[in-house]
């Protein structure tokens, strides 16, 4: 294994097939729990949260660290003089201050070019915790941790980052050159480049924005009643902020929360038009959809579907219908919107799906695939790919007449596989007509990785 260290702490990893990793040690906990008011967690029993829910018991026991890099086949193995000082590592190889020299653009154009054709190309690492959230955008991509920050990673290396207070990092959304990012104390950051020549980003907002949360605060008949016992006002989510979609079209910003609700934002002014009571749990997913349509996906094991109609002189979200109903929570939810598919993962492994006809959705089958829970679905092309507890991605792809087919299993995570997203790879003439996808996958084994997967050739 070859390790790129960065002056900062990153580093990425490239893996030979022919290396067997070695299991160094386990840790209990996969997500920290929740509290609204500051850092500290508390308790939640929503089976939207990994570590709390008992449907997830039966795979959070552990999740093994990766193993180090193996040591240089010409250190003291073969010197006559195994344990003389001048053959044995420094102790200080691993110092922050002792780092070789970055990724360069030559050296990873080489890379590139001796790279599998398809499967595993490599993983960024960064001792931050738990990846929870992705969004690529272009050549950047942009993690979510535990830590509460924002990496940014370009060509492989790591190219920028920033830190919110605002709890760890649930969900991530780029929209040109702003990025919306959801935490777990409920709130709703906005940032933006400010310096691209010293790559430094800043935050430019929240959702609500301070003035409107103050002014519906100062009118009794704006609270809720959110606990026993407990008011807040409307126009701000006192849970986790678990999912985020954009409808582009109509200028609206979706986020799905915890605390069961959904709002709609106005991406003009920040401003928060609707909340929305959509679940009996939490909800874990929403994806805005074709028709106008919005789509939700919940702890409570129910799928809705969503349209945004003129209510006398209101614009409302009206329940249109429910597509699931099951005791099992569904905990991911993507849309196809060029052929009218709905897809849901849920926490007894499957992912179901529908197409749209006239006037209603058909269920046209189950993607069987999984050990244990559906923890994230991503979409590119005619791909659907469905990340697991089980710590492997399935690679599926739908056919014509709409039947779908396993192409291949990724496998390489040690832990449970918590987000994905996919960029579309740009090819040479020699390649055209294969639709190629780089995957990336982030897992509570606190790293990323990268795949290049095709919609014509199996791996």
Not at 175 to 197: A, E, M, V
Not at 277 to 284: F, G, I, R, S, T
Request: hydrophobic share 35%.
């Amino acid at each position: 294994m070859t390790t790129f260290s960065k002056p900062n702490g990153g580093a990425f990893f490239t893996e030979e097939s022919s290396l067997r990793r070695r299991k160094l040690g386990a840790i209990l906990n996969t997500e920290p729990n929740n509290q609204e008011d500051d850092h500290e967690s508390s308790p939640r029993t929503s089976c939207a949260s990994v570590p709390s829910s008992p449907r997830f018991n039966n795979y959070n026991q552990g999740i093994m660290f990766p193993s180090t890099p193996p040591s240089n086949p010409t250190s003291s193995s073969t010197s006559p003089y195994p344990f003389s000082p001048w053959n044995q590592p420094s102790p200080l190889t691993k110092s922050p201050w002792i780092q070789q020299e970055p990724f360069g653009l030559d050296e990873y154009n080489d890379y590139l070019n001796n790279i599998p054709r398809y499967g595993h190309i490599g993983s960024l690492v960064r001792e931050e915790g738990h990846v929870y959230s992705l969004a690529a955008s272009g050549d950047l991509l942009y993690t979510g941790s535990e830590s509460k920050n924002i990496r940014v990673w370009k060509n492989l290396k790591e190219y920028s980052g920033f830190k919110s207070h605002s709890g760890l990092v649930k969900a991530i959304v780029v929209l040109g050159d702003k990025i919306f990012t959801g935490h777990q104390d409920g709130k709703i950051r906005l940032w933006k480049l400010s310096d691209r020549k010293k790559k430094v980003y800043k935050r430019i907002g929240n959702l609500p924005t301070t003035r409107d949360y103050i002014k519906t605060s100062m009118n009794p008949k704006n609270y809720v009643e959110v606990r026993r016992n407990r008011i807040r006002p409307w126009i701000r989510h006192f849970d986790a902020v678990s999912s985020m979609s954009v409808d582009i079209q109509r200028g609206l910003l979706y986020s799905g929360s915890w605390d069961k609700t959904f709002k709609v934002w106005r991406l003009s002014d920040s401003k928060c038009l609707e909340s929305v009571d959509a679940h009996e749990d939490a909800v874990n997913s929403i994806a805005v959809g074709f028709d106008g349509l919005v789509f939700t996906g919940s702890a409570d094991g129910t799928v809705k579907v969503w349209r945004r109609e003129l209510v006398g002189r209101i614009s409302k979200h009206i329940l249109v219908e429910t597509l699931l109903e099951q005791a099992n929570a569904v905990t991911s939810l993507v849309v196809n919107s060029a052929a009218a598919v709905v897809y849901t993962g849920s926490s007894d492994g499957l992912v179901n799906f529908w197409q749209r006809a006239k006037h209603f959705f058909s269920h046209n089958g189950v993607l069987r695939g999984h050990k244990l829970a559906v923890l994230c679905l991503a979409l590119g092309g005619n791909l659907v790919l469905s990340g697991s507890a089980d710590k492997s991605i399935c690679v599926w792809r739908r056919e014509e007449g709409g039947a779908h087919s396993c192409m291949s299993v990724l496998t390489g995570h040690v832990g449970p596989v918590k987000c994905l997203a996919m960029e579309e790879e740009d090819v040479n003439d020699e390649s055209k007509g294969d639709q190629r996808w780089i995957v990336y996958s982030g897992s509570l084994d606190k790293s990323v990785k990268l795949w290049r997967v095709s919609e014509n050739e199996p791996l």
